[in-house]
């Protein structure tokens, strides 16, 4: 049988001495019942938070996003001046998660999960209202707090 998996993406250029805002609004049925997913994902920056002027990716996988938070930016390892703001709003998924609190993780080079300090949200059925700040691009998720 084929997968209906797809990658659900957005690309803009930001210039770096105007700042601006990464933003992936969409809604799509999900499988296997067809309910409804929607999301609003969006990365802000401030005046001069780029090194520099760059387009910039936000892709998540329809089917991975509906069990597992999971946001990969690029261009990979943009460091930036500042850590830039990133807020999750979505609704209709089905995590394996405990309603409560999450914490914002991005994966490492060596394949780990790491925490971040200053990334938290909530998750309540099917619900997530989540947001944290982020130093660079990488590939970034919200789990459990006690994970």
Do not use: C
């Not at 401030?46 to 946001?71: G, H």
């Not at 994966?107 to 971040?116: E, I, M, S, Y």
């Amino acid at each position: 049988s084929k997968s209906l998996q797809k990658t659900i993406s957005v690309t803009q250029f930001i210039y770096a001495a105007q700042g601006g805002t990464l933003r992936l609004n969409d809604t799509y049925r999900a499988a296997p019942d067809s309910h409804l997913v929607t999301i609003d994902i969006s990365l802000k920056f401030k005046p001069n938070d780029l090194p520099y002027d760059a387009s910039l990716t936000l892709n998540i996988d329809d089917v991975a996003f509906l069990t597992s938070v999971d946001l990969t930016f690029g261009p990979h390892g943009i460091v930036f001046n500042n850590p830039v703001k990133l807020e999750v709003e979505a609704t209709g998924l089905d995590l394996d998660l405990r309603n409560g609190k999450v914490k914002l993780y991005y994966l490492k080079d060596n394949g780990k999960w790491k925490k971040l300090s200053n990334g938290e949200g909530q998750y309540r059925n099917g619900t997530l209202d989540a947001e944290g700040m982020i130093p660079h691009f990488s590939q970034y998720g919200f789990g459990r707090i006690d994970d």
